[in-house]
Protein backbone atom coordinates (compact mmCIF):
# COMPACT_ATOMS: atom_id res chain seq x y z
CA UNK A 1 0.00 0.00 0.00
CA UNK A 2 1.12 3.52 -0.51
CA UNK A 3 -0.02 6.54 0.06
CA UNK A 4 -3.37 4.13 1.21
CA UNK A 5 -3.63 3.55 -2.41
CA UNK A 6 -3.39 -0.34 -2.82
CA UNK A 7 -0.93 -1.33 -6.06
CA UNK A 8 -1.32 -5.07 -7.82
CA UNK A 9 1.28 -5.69 -10.54
CA UNK A 10 1.86 -9.28 -11.99
CA UNK A 11 -1.70 -10.17 -13.08
CA UNK A 12 -2.00 -11.86 -16.17
CA UNK A 13 0.55 -14.70 -16.50
CA UNK A 14 0.47 -17.23 -13.34
CA UNK A 15 2.65 -19.95 -14.24
CA UNK A 16 1.47 -22.16 -11.88
CA UNK A 17 -0.23 -20.23 -8.75
CA UNK A 18 -3.58 -21.50 -9.82
CA UNK A 19 -4.99 -20.04 -6.62
CA UNK A 20 -3.90 -16.81 -7.75
CA UNK A 21 -5.23 -17.52 -11.01
CA UNK A 22 -8.68 -18.55 -9.87
CA UNK A 23 -9.27 -15.05 -7.53
CA UNK A 24 -8.55 -12.82 -10.38
CA UNK A 25 -10.69 -14.75 -12.17
CA UNK A 26 -13.60 -15.15 -9.95
CA UNK A 27 -13.32 -10.94 -9.25
CA UNK A 28 -11.84 -9.74 -12.39
CA UNK A 29 -11.95 -11.91 -15.41
CA UNK A 30 -9.49 -11.27 -17.72
CA UNK A 31 -6.74 -9.02 -15.72
CA UNK A 32 -4.49 -6.85 -18.64
CA UNK A 33 -0.52 -7.76 -17.68
CA UNK A 34 1.11 -4.69 -16.15
CA UNK A 35 2.57 -3.91 -18.81
CA UNK A 36 -0.80 -2.65 -20.52
CA UNK A 37 -2.41 -1.32 -17.38
CA UNK A 38 -2.64 -0.98 -13.75
CA UNK A 39 -5.16 -0.01 -11.50
CA UNK A 40 -4.30 1.33 -8.62
CA UNK A 41 -7.26 1.88 -5.95
CA UNK A 42 -7.86 3.40 -2.57
CA UNK A 43 -10.25 3.12 0.28
CA UNK A 44 -8.75 5.48 2.67
CA UNK A 45 -7.71 9.42 3.08
CA UNK A 46 -4.50 10.61 4.04
CA UNK A 47 -4.94 9.61 7.65
CA UNK A 48 -6.13 6.25 6.96
CA UNK A 49 -10.45 7.14 7.40
CA UNK A 50 -12.61 5.46 5.66
CA UNK A 51 -13.71 7.50 2.41
CA UNK A 52 -17.31 8.69 2.46
CA UNK A 53 -19.48 10.92 0.19
CA UNK A 54 -20.41 12.86 3.67
CA UNK A 55 -17.12 14.96 3.16
CA UNK A 56 -15.25 16.44 0.90
CA UNK A 57 -11.99 15.32 -1.03
CA UNK A 58 -9.23 16.52 -2.89
CA UNK A 59 -6.63 14.61 -4.95
CA UNK A 60 -3.60 16.82 -6.15
CA UNK A 61 -0.85 16.15 -8.48
CA UNK A 62 2.06 18.10 -8.40
CA UNK A 63 2.99 19.92 -11.46
CA UNK A 64 4.65 17.54 -13.88
CA UNK A 65 4.03 14.66 -11.51
CA UNK A 66 0.65 13.34 -12.99
CA UNK A 67 0.21 9.33 -13.82
CA UNK A 68 3.49 8.50 -15.81
CA UNK A 69 1.66 6.56 -18.78
CA UNK A 70 2.37 6.21 -22.74
CA UNK A 71 -1.33 5.39 -23.03
CA UNK A 72 -3.63 7.60 -20.94
CA UNK A 73 -4.73 8.14 -17.29
CA UNK A 74 -8.18 8.10 -15.71
CA UNK A 75 -10.06 7.75 -12.62
CA UNK A 76 -13.45 5.47 -11.61
CA UNK A 77 -15.74 5.81 -8.28
CA UNK A 78 -17.72 2.99 -6.98
CA UNK A 79 -20.17 2.52 -4.40
CA UNK A 80 -19.34 0.15 -2.02
CA UNK A 81 -21.93 -0.48 -0.38
CA UNK A 82 -24.50 -1.76 -3.52
CA UNK A 83 -21.50 -3.52 -5.08
CA UNK A 84 -19.10 -1.97 -6.47
CA UNK A 85 -21.08 -0.06 -9.42
CA UNK A 86 -20.47 3.56 -11.11
CA UNK A 87 -22.13 6.44 -9.59
CA UNK A 88 -25.37 7.29 -10.77
CA UNK A 89 -25.72 11.40 -10.74
CA UNK A 90 -26.86 13.96 -12.88
CA UNK A 91 -23.84 14.81 -15.00
CA UNK A 92 -23.96 10.87 -15.95
CA UNK A 93 -19.96 11.46 -15.35
CA UNK A 94 -18.04 8.38 -14.02
CA UNK A 95 -14.62 8.81 -15.04
CA UNK A 96 -12.59 12.03 -14.91
CA UNK A 97 -9.47 12.31 -17.01
CA UNK A 98 -7.93 14.32 -19.13
CA UNK A 99 -10.41 14.03 -21.69
CA UNK A 100 -12.39 16.35 -19.21
CA UNK A 101 -10.42 19.28 -20.50
CA UNK A 102 -9.41 19.47 -16.69
CA UNK A 103 -8.28 23.34 -14.98
CA UNK A 104 -4.70 23.14 -13.98
CA UNK A 105 -4.03 25.02 -10.70
CA UNK A 106 -2.33 28.23 -11.56
CA UNK A 107 1.27 27.00 -10.28
CA UNK A 108 0.71 24.17 -12.50
CA UNK A 109 -0.58 21.15 -10.14
CA UNK A 110 -3.73 19.50 -10.83
CA UNK A 111 -6.67 18.99 -8.13
CA UNK A 112 -9.23 16.79 -8.52
CA UNK A 113 -12.48 16.66 -6.56
CA UNK A 114 -14.22 14.01 -4.97
CA UNK A 115 -17.62 15.13 -3.27
CA UNK A 116 -21.43 14.40 -3.60
CA UNK A 117 -22.16 17.73 -4.32
CA UNK A 118 -20.54 19.99 -7.08
CA UNK A 119 -17.34 21.97 -6.08
CA UNK A 120 -18.60 25.00 -7.89
CA UNK A 121 -18.86 25.31 -11.95
CA UNK A 122 -15.32 26.63 -12.32
CA UNK A 123 -14.35 22.92 -10.67
CA UNK A 124 -16.66 20.57 -12.41
CA UNK A 125 -14.60 19.49 -15.23
CA UNK A 126 -12.19 18.54 -11.81
CA UNK A 127 -15.18 16.99 -10.19
CA UNK A 128 -15.98 13.36 -9.97
CA UNK A 129 -19.05 12.91 -8.27
CA UNK A 130 -19.22 11.14 -4.91
CA UNK A 131 -22.37 8.39 -3.50
CA UNK A 132 -23.46 9.85 0.03
CA UNK A 133 -21.91 7.05 1.46
CA UNK A 134 -18.64 4.67 1.24
CA UNK A 135 -16.44 5.02 -2.29
CA UNK A 136 -13.72 3.04 -3.93
CA UNK A 137 -11.90 5.91 -6.34
CA UNK A 138 -9.83 3.80 -8.96
CA UNK A 139 -7.01 5.12 -10.67
CA UNK A 140 -6.79 3.42 -14.59
CA UNK A 141 -3.50 3.57 -15.82
CA UNK A 142 -2.87 2.43 -19.33
CA UNK A 143 0.45 1.16 -20.70
CA UNK A 144 2.31 2.94 -17.85
CA UNK A 145 5.57 3.91 -18.19
CA UNK A 146 8.06 1.27 -17.75
CA UNK A 147 11.25 3.64 -17.00
CA UNK A 148 11.51 5.87 -13.67
CA UNK A 149 9.41 7.81 -13.10
CA UNK A 150 7.15 4.57 -13.32
CA UNK A 151 4.33 3.04 -10.95
CA UNK A 152 5.63 -0.28 -11.93
CA UNK A 153 8.64 0.10 -9.80
CA UNK A 154 7.06 2.59 -7.07
CA UNK A 155 9.38 5.51 -8.30
CA UNK A 156 6.57 7.56 -8.87
CA UNK A 157 3.62 7.03 -6.28
CA UNK A 158 -0.01 8.31 -6.00
CA UNK A 159 -0.70 11.35 -3.76
CA UNK A 160 -2.65 10.97 -0.69
CA UNK A 161 -6.42 11.70 -0.97
CA UNK A 162 -6.74 15.00 1.32
CA UNK A 163 -9.83 15.13 3.60
CA UNK A 164 -11.46 18.85 2.64
CA UNK A 165 -14.96 19.61 4.91
CA UNK A 166 -16.01 16.80 6.94
CA UNK A 167 -19.94 16.40 6.77
CA UNK A 168 -22.29 16.43 9.65
CA UNK A 169 -22.26 13.29 12.41
CA UNK A 170 -26.05 12.10 10.82
CA UNK A 171 -24.71 12.05 7.33
CA UNK A 172 -21.97 10.21 8.56
CA UNK A 173 -23.53 7.66 10.93
CA UNK A 174 -26.45 6.83 8.15
CA UNK A 175 -24.16 6.11 5.20
CA UNK A 176 -24.35 2.33 6.37
CA UNK A 177 -28.23 2.10 7.05
CA UNK A 178 -31.54 2.34 5.79
CA UNK A 179 -32.05 1.02 1.68
CA UNK A 180 -28.41 1.18 0.73
CA UNK A 181 -27.74 -1.59 3.27
CA UNK A 182 -30.85 -3.60 3.00
CA UNK A 183 -30.13 -6.04 0.21
CA UNK A 184 -26.03 -6.08 1.34
CA UNK A 185 -24.70 -9.31 2.89
CA UNK A 186 -22.19 -8.28 5.81
CA UNK A 187 -18.99 -9.57 7.31
CA UNK A 188 -18.93 -8.99 11.08
CA UNK A 189 -20.23 -4.90 10.35
CA UNK A 190 -18.38 -4.22 6.84
CA UNK A 191 -20.09 -5.10 3.59
CA UNK A 192 -18.78 -7.87 1.91
CA UNK A 193 -18.45 -5.57 -1.16
CA UNK A 194 -15.52 -3.99 0.61
CA UNK A 195 -13.76 -6.81 2.78
CA UNK A 196 -14.70 -9.97 -0.02
CA UNK A 197 -11.27 -9.00 -2.36
CA UNK A 198 -9.27 -8.82 0.48
CA UNK A 199 -10.02 -12.29 1.85
CA UNK A 200 -9.72 -13.64 -1.18
CA UNK A 201 -6.40 -12.17 -1.42
CA UNK A 202 -4.93 -13.63 1.26
CA UNK A 203 -5.80 -16.72 0.55
CA UNK A 204 -3.22 -16.02 -2.52
CA UNK A 205 0.00 -15.01 -0.54
CA UNK A 206 -0.23 -12.49 2.64
CA UNK A 207 1.80 -9.96 -0.10
CA UNK A 208 -0.86 -10.09 -2.40
CA UNK A 209 -3.49 -7.36 -2.98
CA UNK A 210 -6.13 -8.20 -5.45
CA UNK A 211 -6.85 -4.84 -7.00
CA UNK A 212 -10.37 -5.80 -8.40
CA UNK A 213 -8.89 -4.96 -11.75
CA UNK A 214 -12.23 -5.35 -14.12
CA UNK A 215 -13.94 -6.55 -11.79
CA UNK A 216 -17.01 -3.82 -11.03
CA UNK A 217 -20.41 -4.22 -13.29
CA UNK A 218 -22.18 -1.56 -15.40
CA UNK A 219 -25.55 -1.30 -14.08
CA UNK A 220 -26.96 -3.93 -16.77
CA UNK A 221 -25.12 -6.08 -15.44
CA UNK A 222 -21.84 -6.87 -17.79
CA UNK A 223 -18.52 -6.26 -16.84
CA UNK A 224 -16.60 -3.34 -18.21
CA UNK A 225 -13.84 -4.14 -20.17
CA UNK A 226 -10.04 -2.10 -19.75
CA UNK A 227 -10.65 -0.14 -22.25
CA UNK A 228 -14.58 0.20 -22.46
CA UNK A 229 -15.92 3.51 -21.52
CA UNK A 230 -17.58 4.86 -19.22
CA UNK A 231 -15.29 2.39 -17.23
CA UNK A 232 -12.36 3.59 -18.81
Given at each position: M????V?????????T?Y?????????G?P??????????????????Q???????Y?????KGE?PPV????S??????DK?????P?ALN??T????????????????????HDS??????A??????Q??F?????????????P???D??????SVAL???????L????H?????????K????????I???LL??????????????GP????GR??S??E????
Amino acid sequence: MVNGWVITTGLGIYGTNYMKRAVVTAFGWPANRQEDAVYPYTEVDGPGQELSGANKYTLTFAKGEMPPVDGFWSITMYEIDKGWWFVPNALNKFTVSPRNNLKPNADGSLTLYFQHDSPGNDKEANWLPAPQGDFIPMLRMYWPKEQAPSILDRSWKPPSVALGNRGSPSLRAGRHSGVACTAVRKYGDRPIARIGAHLLAQLVTPEYHLSGTNGPRNRDGRRGSAGELPGG
